[in-house]
């Protein structure tokens, strides 16, 4: 089939009696609804053009009498210097203005070619978002009777209207203005040189990229980005490229994990996750961690190796966040917080009481060494009780644990030394009362035992 049967015209048709035809065809052929449709029509439309310029027979100028020729000048070299004039200082806020004294003068073919020359030489957004907007040079459908524009200086214009969105969205997230992106995204799924098919997954490819390379991330955007955009892994053809996609939903799910840690971290809580995570990214030094994880139980601990868990296994790159690097740096301080110097030292206090009891009493050394393991378990019980009362009493003084710390390092030997009112006070607590039930000499036995403990974990570089 030849182009004028496409369009319906003879051969000896002019070229406006194409542009007019072809107006009214690109009714019937859009390129949304009949892609391979329009594709002829265009084809055949511009062939048609070609041959009515080739062909079309030359105008003979007929002879003027003598007496009133004059010098004429070619009329397309006056409609381009009438062209030239109007593009000559134009600035975006009256191009609309210059665009109508370009169409009074007849000259708007010329205008037009000049402005897209100016706007791909110059590079000025102002120019092309105008231009592209209100001149459908990108979507030549929508006017009636096309300019037949260089299709090289289209392409290049194409080009940087891609390179001008993708700056604008990567300028707002630099910002943080996501209301603004919100704004700006739905601006262009309203874009008229952004419909076909082709370029709107250029833009998701463009919104994919700009994403994964900006540092601020926000939730509620990319929510957003996936309702508008259609990004979803329950669509049969998801618009979000890969490997993007599976990058986009490990991230998301990264900072998602990293602001509801970070925000467990800030509180002040009894929650074992709250204080797990503030012990790996609380800010505050290393000695001061110290101290907040003598504070510890074993649900606090147990939240610790979860999250720690959670970080090597599923977010590595979150354990540089961490001090030193390592999740696990917390795990020589578990045994610390534990509260086996106090049992231990019954040990002794048990050798002070027997100590005492075979000076006073005519007891057997058998007998004697009989009954002390039986004493040291009995004064067990009351001092789990202690432990089970004072520790939960005493949770909320750990600033004021904090501010005893140098009066801590000397009473105890102990590295990190214990803290004051949560370890050193139930201790000699448990004293007084040996010292009621058994006496002085198993006191004394009980504290000389709880500061050689200390002593050899110092000499010995134990730690708990």
């Known amino acids: 089939m030849s182009c004028w049967e496409v369009l319906g015209l003879t051969r000896d048709a002019d070229t406006r009696t194409i ?27 511009e062939h048609a053009l070609e041959w009515s310029r080739f062909e079309a027979p030359a105008d003979t100028p007929q002879p003027l009498p003598v007496d009133i020729v004059q010098p004429a000048m070619d009329e397309d070299d006056t409609r381009v210097e009438q062209a030239q004039a109007l593009i000559a200082g134009a600035t975006a806020s009256d191009l609309a203005n210059r665009y109508r004294q370009a169409t009074d003068a007849e000259c708007v ?6 402005l897209l020359q100016h706007c791909v030489i110059s590079a000025d957004p102002a120019f092309s978002e105008w231009a592209v907007t209100h001149l459908h040079w990108l979507s030549p459908w929508q006017r009636e009777a ?13 080009e940087q209207m891609f390179t001008h969105v993708e700056q604008r969205l990567v300028g707002l997230l630099d910002q943080q203005q996501v209301e603004a992106f919100k704004a700006a995204l739905t601006e262009l799924n309203h874009t008229e040189w952004l419909k076909p098919l082709a370029r709107h997954a250029r833009i998701n490819d463009l919104l994919a990229r700009t994403l994964l390379a900006s540092r601020f991330w926000s939730e509620a955007l990319f929510d957003t ?3 508008q955009q259609a990004w979803s892994d329950k669509e049969l053809d998801n618009p979000c490229p890969e490997p993007e996609w599976s990058q986009l939903k490990a991230r998301n799910a990264l900072e998602r994990f990293k602001a509801h840690t970070f925000a467990q971290a800030s509180l ?33 601990w147990n939240a610790c190796r979860t999250l720690s868990e959670t970080l090597l296994n599923q977010f590595p790159s979150l354990c540089a966040l961490t001090p030193g690097g390592d999740p696990y740096f ?67 003084y750990g600033e004021i644990d904090d501010q005893l710390a140098p009066l801590s390092r000397w009473l105890s030997f102990r590295r990190p030394s214990p803290l004051f009112i949560r370890e050193i006070l139930p201790c000699w607590l448990l004293g007084a009362l040996i010292w009621v039930i058994l006496g002085p000499y198993a006191f004394i036995g009980y504290g000389v035992s709880l500061q050689a403990l200390g002593i050899a974990q110092r000499l010995f570089g134990r730690r708990g």
């Open 268 to 300: 002040d809580s009894r929650d074992a996750q709250c204080r797990a995570a503030r012990l790996l990214f609380g800010d505050m030094p290393l000695e001061q961690r110290q101290r907040f994880a003598r504070r510890f139980g074993e649900p606090d």
């Open 146 to 158: 096309p300019i037949r524009l260089p299709e090289y200086r289209l392409g290049v214009l194409l």
């Open 330 to 396: 917390w795990r020589d301080w578990e045994r610390a917080t534990r509260p086996w110097p106090m049992f231990l030292a019954l040990l002794g206090m048990a050798a002070g009481w027997a100590v005492h009891d075979q000076q006073v009493t005519d007891h057997t050394l058998m007998e004697t060494l009989g009954m002390a393991p039986t004493w040291a378990f009995l004064i067990a019980i009351p001092a789990l009780m202690i432990l089970a009362i004072w520790r939960p009493a005493t949770d909320g």
């Open 225 to 227: 980005l996936c309702a």
């Open 109 to 114: 073919d010329a205008f037009e070619a000049l």
């Open 19 to 45: 542009k007019r035809q072809y107006a009214v065809l690109l009714k019937q052929y859009r390129p949304d609804e009949d892609p391979s449709g329009f594709q002829r029509l265009r084809e055949a439309y």
